[in-house]
């Protein structure tokens, strides 16, 4: 027997989106895809989020730490100059394209978003023409990968205006959650108890990077008895593969030496002011938590740290110091007397108010989830 006609309209049955990000490399490329895995599956729980990365990356720990599945594919870096390794190219990106294509259709993807760097490029290639593409570029020069990557995606996102891709829309960089929302000074006693840190100190917070910098271990380690000195707390991370010798001073506020950060949201809570790189991802991450900083760009590339920088400089957040100039004795004449500066510091806080994109997980999160045709919800 027929069931009797209710004139309801069936509703379709909810599929869930598979959403592949390729941005393996350094902390730079995997922090924002990781970002943007979490708000994925804050906007839609049932979604599936898989990164991409290779065996020599950060993203081997950081991805599964997050709790996410990672898919390794080989390599494809992108030689600066002529050499050999240039001629043997073409191989390399063959067969990371076809490992890179299996992945995609064993998962089933519905979306690959891409954050450049030497996993993008196989993962763009991969999904070209089988695979919507989403880009996001970080800086105002994009690199090879995201220039290829943007002449086929569906979307292109950029973090700041000027980003010079066909299409790109501003969104900022997407930062995890527990930096968008952290309060500094709730965190504060807890932040310091848990890193060892002087409670009541004045503290700077040093780092160069995931891996580490030379010239600011150097700088900072070499300015231990000034920081003594001058009642200053320091917490330096100097990187996995380096070390630092730091004589202690009885008395003195700790100087706390560590390898890694896993805990950014405490280091940024228990510090005063930052020195630090200004790649882009560390600009956006000081910015969003009002920390004064002391930015010292690479020497080297395009020049791209030094305008990643720029927008802090010049609202008052921040200082610009060049690598060479970065010594113990710089250290001893700008950052002792700022750091110690409780007025000047509060003014350099308030300024990083509004530099930052405070929803650009979530805003690049709905993009993605368009593109792969799951923007209505289904």
Do not use: W
């Not at 992945?103 to 978003?113: C, H, S």
């Not at 994009?142 to 995606?153: D, F, H, W």
């Not at 060479?324 to 510091?345: H, K, S």
């Amino acid at each position: 027997m027929s069931q009797p006609d209710t004139g309801a309209e069936k509703t379709p049955a909810r599929t869930a989106p598979t959403v592949v990000v390729a941005g393996g490399g350094t902390a730079g490329h995997i922090e924002p895809a990781l970002a943007l895995a979490d708000a994925v599956t804050r906007l839609r729980p049932d979604a599936k989020v898989v990164a991409l990365g290779t065996e020599r990356g950060l993203e081997t720990t950081l991805v599964p730490d997050r709790g996410y599945p990672l898919e390794l594919i080989p390599p494809v870096p992108m030689p600066r100059k002529p050499t050999a390794e240039l001629l043997r190219l073409p191989l390399k990106v063959r067969d990371a394209v076809r490992r890179t294509r299996e992945v995609l259709d064993r998962v089933g993807a519905d979306v690959v978003v891409g954050f450049g760097g030497y996993v993008a490029l196989p993962a763009y290639l991969a999904a070209r023409g089988r695979t919507p593409i989403v880009v996001h570029e970080a800086n105002k020069h994009p690199g090879l990968a995201n220039k290829i990557g943007a002449r086929l995606a569906a979307k292109v996102a950029a973090a700041v205006p000027g980003t010079p891709l066909p299409g790109a829309e501003v969104v900022g960089i997407p930062l995890r959650h527990s930096i968008t929302s952290l309060d500094r000074s709730a965190l504060r006693a807890e932040a310091r108890a848990h890193f060892g840190l002087d409670p009541d100190a004045p503290t700077v917070l040093a780092f160069g990077g995931s891996q580490g910098a030379r010239s600011i271990n150097e700088a900072v380690s070499g300015a231990a008895q000034t920081f003594a000195e001058a009642g200053v707390g320091v917490l330096h991370a100097h990187g996995p593969k380096n070390s630092v010798a730091v004589r202690e001073f009885p008395g003195a506020p700790a100087y706390v030496p560590v390898p890694y950060l896993e805990r950014m949201d405490l280091a940024y809570a228990a510090a005063d002011l930052v020195l630090c790189r200004s790649g882009a991802m560390t600009v956006a991450e000081v910015s969003a938590v009002g920390l004064p900083a002391v930015f010292v760009p690479l020497p080297h590339g395009n020049g791209e740290q030094a305008l990643n920088a720029e927008p802090a400089v010049h609202a008052g957040a921040g200082l610009l110091v060049a690598d060479e100039a970065l010594t113990p004795e710089a250290i001893a004449e700008q950052v002792i007397p700022l750091v110690t500066d409780t007025e000047r510091l509060a003014k350099m806080s308030a300024a990083a108010v509004g530099l930052g994109h405070g929803a650009a997980d979530e805003t690049l999160a709905r993009m993605v989830l368009e593109a792969g045709g799951h923007g209505d919800g289904n």
